[in-house]
């Protein structure tokens, strides 16, 4: 199993640009979420999704948008990026009835 | 919502000696509780966990200890070695997780470094 990838590993954007970080697992989880990592603070909770078709918002949703077509997928897309959005963002899944989350190897953003 | 506060934010110790990283956590109904260790360059792993019905947990040279009226946890692991050097983030949340929604609230992490 590849576990879960993400794509780009890194991206640069300017203000204003749209992009979508892609995220996907092979391990059959039902959930999927997505944090973002900025110093000092953590790791918060944008968007996350019990099963396919199915999203909610985290603690930072704003800014942000997804979508669950898939078990496998869960695009996290950017419609206007700002510089508060620099980060490195992580995407995560697990069984939903399990509690181990596994982690992808991130995504570096930096918005100028 | 729940708040996660963990200290020290860096932490540094001699190869050999232990290392102690404390959470405390504000929701009282909290009932879960994860380690993760985040490499360089490399998205977090989960490394230990704990349920509130527990008070200790140990694994190897990693343990981590629960005081439900205190509302905080702690992570010790002994006899550090170099390749323990890394990002330690605690975490909590509450509810049933076959309910599917259970959510995370991390801590702020710690930076370990273990000196040879």
């Known amino acids: 199993n590849a576990g879960v990838t993400q794509t780009p590993k890194f991206q640069v954007l300017k203000t204003g640009q749209s992009m979508t970080l892609q995220c996907a697992q092979d391990m059959n989880h039902e959930y999927m979420s997505w944090y973002r990592q900025d110093p000092g603070m953590g790791l918060r909770l944008i968007h996350y999704s019990v099963g396919a078709g199915i999203t909610d918002q985290g603690e930072v949703p704003n800014g942000y948008n997804v979508s669950r077509s898939t078990t496998e997928d869960f695009p996290l897309r950017l419609l206007s990026a700002a510089p508060s959005q620099t980060s490195v963002y992580f995407c995560?899944?697990?069984?939903?009835?399990?509690?181990?989350?596994?982690f992808g190897p991130g995504t570096r953003l930096l918005v100028l | 919502g729940e708040n996660v506060e963990q200290h020290p934010s860096t932490l540094s110790v001699q190869e050999g000696d232990s290392a102690v990283i404390k959470c405390t956590y504000s929701?009282?109904?909290?009932?879960?509780f994860p380690w993760y260790k985040q490499e360089l360059g490399k998205g977090p792993q989960l490394i230990i966990d704990i349920r509130s019905n527990v008070g200790e947990k140990k694994d190897q040279r990693i343990a981590v200890t629960l005081n439900k009226t205190a509302k905080h946890f702690s992570l010790h692991i002994t006899e550090t070695q170099p390749e323990d050097s890394a990002v330690y983030f605690c975490?909590?949340?509450?509810?049933?997780?076959?309910?599917?929604?259970?959510?995370?609230?991390f801590g702020q992490g710690t930076r370990l470094t273990i000196n040879p």
């Open positions: 995560a899944s697990r069984l939903s009835g399990g509690e181990t989350q596994y």
């Open positions: 975490a909590a949340s509450k509810g049933r997780i076959i309910q599917g929604a259970q959510k995370l609230v």
């Open positions: 929701d009282s109904a909290s009932n879960y």
